[in-house]
């Protein structure tokens, strides 16, 4: 895939991950729970490659606080990391293996367990820095309990709609 069509899908993600909280942003608990922000980063990471992947993944969570106020600064800029390591960890382990439905649940799966480790360095970091705490029990609702809907979805979504990508020519190589 050439590096403008790279850019232009990346595009589509990036816009994709300012969009989609608008559609369970009405009710705060629902978009905490389905995680919208983090479809996009996967499709991109698996459509466009690691490096894209990563740069979409940065940039939604600062780009969608800048512009709409949310999600908040403390939580966006610890949502920024996860979703770059979402990005570049699904694309990096899918571009190298061969191409299986085993291969998309791998990249997805690891991705997802390192993202949510991430992120809760990310928040125990700025809690710290901002005077207030961050328990693991704060760690383990937050990336496991809150939620879990939007894990099940990632895990039933992504992996059919790459396996469409990969039969259309459209997963990164």
Request: aromatic share 10%.
């Given at each position: 895939m050439s590096?403008?069509?790279?850019?232009?899908?990346?595009?589509v993600c990036l816009a994709l991950g300012l969009l989609l909280p608008f559609v369970t942003g009405q009710v705060p608990q629902v978009g905490n729970m389905l995680c919208p922000m983090h479809l996009p980063v996967f499709l991109c990471a698996f459509l466009c490659g690691p490096v894209w992947g990563a740069g979409v993944g940065v940039l939604t969570p600062l780009l969608r606080s800048f512009l709409f106020h949310a999600p908040p600064i403390p939580l966006a800029l610890a949502m920024a990391p996860?979703?770059?390591?979402?990005?570049?960890?699904?694309?990096?382990?899918?571009?190298k293996g061969p191409r299986s439905v085993g291969r998309v649940y791998l990249a997805l799966g690891t991705a997802m367990v390192t993202g949510r480790l991430v992120w809760g360095a990310a928040r125990y970091l700025l809690a710290g820095l901002g005077g207030s705490e961050f328990s693991f029990a704060m760690f383990l609702s937050g990336?496991?309990?809150?939620?879990?809907?939007?894990i099940l979805l990632q895990l039933i979504a992504v992996p059919p709609l790459v396996r469409a990508m990969e039969k259309t020519k459209l997963a990164a190589t």
């Open positions: 590096n403008t069509k790279k850019l232009t899908m990346s595009a996860e979703l770059l390591t979402y990005g570049l960890t699904a694309g990096l382990l899918y571009v990336a496991l309990l809150t939620a879990w809907p939007g």
